[in-house]
Each structure stands twice: as structure tokens, then as C-alpha cells.
């Protein structure tokens, strides 16, 4: 599992741009990990904090909803 908080939108969430071309750490420790045998990566975003302040509580939120959907299948 693979965790990553960023202050911008980088993972396509909705109402913003698709960047997850830029996001090139998850890429890259997916690819390594891969050439070590590890196939089942699973990976949760925590972004947009920076960008948007006001709703850190509900980007929080979201967040940890998505963990425990991830938590409980991985």
C-alpha cells in the first residue's frame, strides 16, 4: 500500500485536471516494485490541502473513507 499526500491534484479527481502523468514518484516506485515481484500494489492519495484549505476536513475525510474501503480488501 501506497500512501501519498500532496498539497496539489495530481490523481484525476473530479472537477479537476488529469496530472497523474506528473505524478511520476508513484510510477516510479510502482515500476521498481514490479521488478521485484511485488504485483499487488495498491495506491491512496491524500491531496489538494494546499490548494484549497477551506475543505481540508472534507479532504481528510475522503481520504480516510478511502483507506478503510482499500484497508478492507488489501
Known amino acids: 500500500m501506497h500512501l501519498q499526500s500532496a498539497g496539489g491534484f495530481y490523481a484525476n479527481e473530479p472537477g479537476h485536471p ?3 502523468q506528473m ?5 516510479y516506485l510502482k515500476m521498481n ?4 515481484g511485488v504485483t499487488d500494489y495498491q ?3 491524500v491531496e ?3 490548494n484549497e ?3 481540508t476536513p472534507k479532504l481528510q475525510q475522503a481520504a ?3 483507506a478503510d474501503q482499500l484497508g478492507s480488501t488489501f
Open 48 to 50: 489538494g490541502m494546499d
Open 53 to 55: 484549505p477551506e475543505n
Open 64 to 66: 480516510f473513507a478511502k
Open 23 to 27: 505524478n511520476m514518484g508513484n510510477a
Open 18 to 20: 488529469d496530472l497523474r
Open 43 to 45: 495506491s491512496l492519495f
Open 33 to 36: 516494485l514490479a521488478i521485484m
